[in-house]
């Protein structure tokens, strides 16, 4: 079936209204970008938004729902991804804002297909067995994203160095958000806990949110919290190798989803009785705190990345 092509405009108003509705936090940390990069940031986070709902059987990353058909869903995903990069219009504005995005910047499909892979492991009801079993998955829903968003920005594709960062950003956000939807994952039927690590600490398989277990899961989540910072530290010096505006978005991004991995930290047996959010105040100070660091950031050493990280596939 042939689709007529919607006008950028109409697929770019369509992409900031998904953002609006799928992420407060990303959505306030866009508005720092220049208008061009701030498009384009819209248009690369309507795809993202419009693959997990898909999947998931969400609404703008709302109401998550066992689904009957996710291996065949993943598969129309990834037909209409290749569609997309290949120009050819999709009929589906989330896809099209992806065709348009990737045409513009120049974003290797390999990025795209990782993310998609990623949706394959929770179609499959994979679960990570290892800590390096959870970061791989954390890469293929997040740090694979983080690569993306770098080259929207400007980043050269071959610069394996900063991509390396802007994957390590992608990976604290998705471990802070594992941190904080436990609870919600679990109702869901899924774990992204690692099985050595609850091995480790003596909770049976699926018992995790019982109350038996609740100081013991503290535990774990902390060492996902921890793990969080490690990589929020090593991206913000990443933002080296951005523009002004660009490392301000970022490092406000990377300082609410910080604060969210914080927070849960923070409220150890409670972090789950009711869902972390960041307010208002605390998203404009992050975004203040943001802007000096910024400000700073060519004036900052440049530390190597840590060798204890683990890194992305190249």
């Known amino acids: 079936m042939t689709h007529s092509a919607p006008t950028r405009d109409a697929i770019v108003a369509t992409a ?10 990303f959505a306030a940390a866009s508005r720092l970008f220049d208008p061009q990069t701030r498009e384009r940031a819209w248009l690369l986070y309507a795809w993202c938004r419009r693959c997990d709902d898909i999947a998931d059987g969400q609404d703008h990353g709302h109401a998550m729902s066992v689904v009957a ?4 869903r993943i598969d129309e995903m990834a037909a ?14 989330a896809f099209d804002a992806l065709g348009i995005v990737a045409a513009e910047t120049r974003i290797p499909p390999r990025f795209a297909h990782d993310v998609i892979d990623g949706f394959r492991l929770d179609a499959d009801d994979w679960r990570p067995r290892s800590e390096a079993d959870l970061y791989r998955y954390c890469y293929h829903v997040a740090g694979a994203v983080g690569c993306m968003m770098a080259i929207v920005m400007g980043v050269d594709p071959a610069d394996d160095a900063t ?3 802007a994957c390590d950003l992608g990976l604290a956000f998705q471990l802070a958000n594992i941190a ?18 609850l091995v480790e600490m003596d909770i049976p398989p699926g018992q995790h949110m019982k109350p038996p277990f609740r100081a013991q899961l503290t535990l774990i989540v902390r060492r996902l919290t921890d793990a969080a910072e490690r990589y929020e530290a090593s991206a913000r010096i990443g933002a080296r190798a951005l523009s002004f505006r660009s490392a301000w ?17 923070a409220r150890g047996d409670h972090a789950w009785d009711h869902r972390v ?8 100070r992050s975004m203040t705190g943001a802007w000096l660091d910024a400000g700073r950031r060519a004036s900052q050493p ?7 990280l683990w890194t992305r596939p190249r």
Do not use: F, H, N
């Open 180 to 197: 904080r939807d436990i609870e919600e994952d679990d109702r869901a039927g899924r774990c992204y806990l690692p099985v050595e690590w």
């Open 249 to 265: 978005a970022v490092l406000s991004a990377a300082s609410i989803y910080g604060d969210i991995g914080r927070a849960v930290a």
């Open 302 to 308: 440049v530390l190597p990345r840590d060798t204890q």
């Open 80 to 93: 209409m991804t290749d569609a997309a990069l290949r120009g050819e219009v999709v009929g589906d504005a």
């Open 163 to 165: 991509l390396d960062r």
């Open 16 to 25: 900031r209204e998904s953002i609006a509705r799928g992420s407060k936090s």
């Open 69 to 72: 058909d996710a291996p065949q």
């Open 277 to 284: 959010k960041t307010s208002r105040l605390q998203k404009l």
